[in-house]
């Protein structure tokens, strides 16, 4: 089996024309660090949550995976029914939202954020490129540039995960990747992770 992250910044050529969020939910207040943490919001989750396009970024063009800097995973309703049948099982948020544009009117009502609960421990920090606290590997992660992952830990692997060391990254498995990819998203880029 082979295993992705999903790059949540979408094609980076195209910011200026495709929709990329800079902004977080409205109505989850300080609650809104969960969602880029794996941990659930959907006793807080208002009912009427939105998010407004901002300035700095002025694509309008809607596309299936929605590109963001709030580490959150946002696909359109064709891609979460794909998420959410390959996912059975799996503790998963599926949380909507209204996209507005940047002045506040409606630009869309079909897109959700997709929020993995918890997280899943396979990344092999001897094969990773991993910064730490003090460049101590006993200490805090700060950031991961390159990631694998150990293959005997794969076997138990959720279709769709996060990992302790990063877990506003998202992982896919080859099967949902798969499924995925037979709507022809726009937007969706992929990363393949060393498994060894």
Not at 4 to 16: A, N
Not at 35 to 51: K, N, Q
């Amino acid at each position: 089996m082979r295993y992705f992250m999903i790059e949540r910044l979408g094609d980076q050529r195209k910011f200026d024309e495709y929709v990329v969020v800079t902004k977080d939910p409205s109505g989850l207040k300080l609650k809104t660090f969960y969602l880029s943490r794996g941990r659930r919001v959907g006793e807080f989750y208002p009912d009427d949550a939105t998010i407004q396009l901002q300035d700095d970024c002025p694509g309008l063009v809607l596309t299936s995976f929605l590109a963001n800097t709030q580490g959150l995973l946002i696909f359109d309703t064709r891609c979460k029914e794909v998420v959410e049948e390959a996912c059975r099982g799996q503790e998963i948020e599926y949380l909507p939202f209204t996209l507005l544009d940047h002045g506040g009117d409606l630009l869309s009502k079909d897109y959700w954020i997709v929020n993995p609960i918890g997280t899943f421990d396979c990344v092999d920090r001897s094969r990773s490129d991993i910064s730490y606290l003090d460049d101590d590997p006993s200490k805090d992660v700060l950031s991961v540039r390159t990631f694998a992952f150990k293959k005997e830990r794969m076997a138990d692997a959720p279709h769709l995960f996060r990992v302790p060391e990063q877990r506003n990254c998202y992982f896919m498995d080859e099967t949902l990747g798969r499924a995925l990819v037979r709507l022809e998203p726009t937007n969706l880029f992929i990363t393949e992770i060393d498994v060894t």
